[in-house]
């Protein structure tokens, strides 16, 4: 029978979630906090929309303060 990997096993982001953090707040709407993590095409599309006037670049800051944030690989940031 096949058994899904321990969620313990998957090793987490090398980006830490503090530098993420900064980034969305002092640089939010250029979207260099996805640029820093690896979500380059979603970081483009920020960049143009000038994060979504505002709107995706909230939604981004209260994920990373909730820890729901994740790296381009899916990972989780390190604290």
């Known amino acids: 029978m096949y058994a ?14 503090t530098m993420a953090l900064l980034l969305c707040l002092f640089a939010g709407p250029t ?3 996805r640029f820093y993590v690896g979500k380059i095409g979603s970081g ?3 960049m143009l ?5 505002g ?3 909230l939604v981004d800051l209260i994920m990373i303060l ?3 944030f994740t790296d ?5 940031l390190r604290s």
């Open 44 to 46: 483009i599309g920020q």
């Open 55 to 57: 709107i995706w670049s």
């Open 72 to 76: 381009g690989q899916g990972r989780a």
């Open 4 to 17: 899904p990997p321990a969620a313990a096993a998957i090793e987490p982001s090398s980006k830490t979630k």
């Open 49 to 53: 929309t000038f994060g979504g006037c």
């Open 66 to 68: 909730t820890n729901k």
């Open 31 to 33: 979207g260099a906090h």
